[in-house]
């Protein structure tokens, strides 16, 4: 299993960014996606998922501002984050669970600096 995700980087307060994850090795259409992002001395903490039928979860610190999406013919989830605030930075992480109690596979993590 492998996923492997990019697209993070430093950006201003207000800015943009938009993540990607590429899985492979498991049968992506019937996993829930997700993205997780964790600072030093925190819990890893969800920020959005999405279902394999496209239902989607947000975390209420982003509701309105980012959105979650998959392509379950290319095998990738992206999360487009917009309005950005230096609260979102952290270590972005990109998820895979069969089911929604599961731990699940895990990737390596993108980075995600917002100046003030």
């Known amino acids: 299993v492998q996923l492997q995700a990019s697209g993070g980087g430093l950006v201003q307060a207000g800015g943009s960014l938009r993540l990607s994850c590429a899985a492979s090795g498991f049968n992506f259409n019937t996993y829930i996606m997700g993205w997780y992002r964790q600072v030093p001395g925190n819990q890893r903490e969800l920020v959005a998922s999405?279902?394999?039928?496209?239902?989607?979860n947000y975390a209420d610190f982003v509701k309105g501002r980012f959105t979650v999406s998959r392509d379950n013919a290319k095998d990738t989830i992206d999360l487009q984050m917009t309005s950005l605030r230096p609260e979102d930075t952290g270590t972005y992480y990109c998820?895979?669970?069969?089911?929604?109690?599961?731990?699940?596979?895990w990737g390596q993590g993108t980075q995600v600096t917002v100046s003030s």
């Open positions: 998820n895979a669970k069969r089911f929604a109690h599961y731990n699940g596979y």
């Open positions: 999405i279902a394999s039928s496209g239902r989607t």
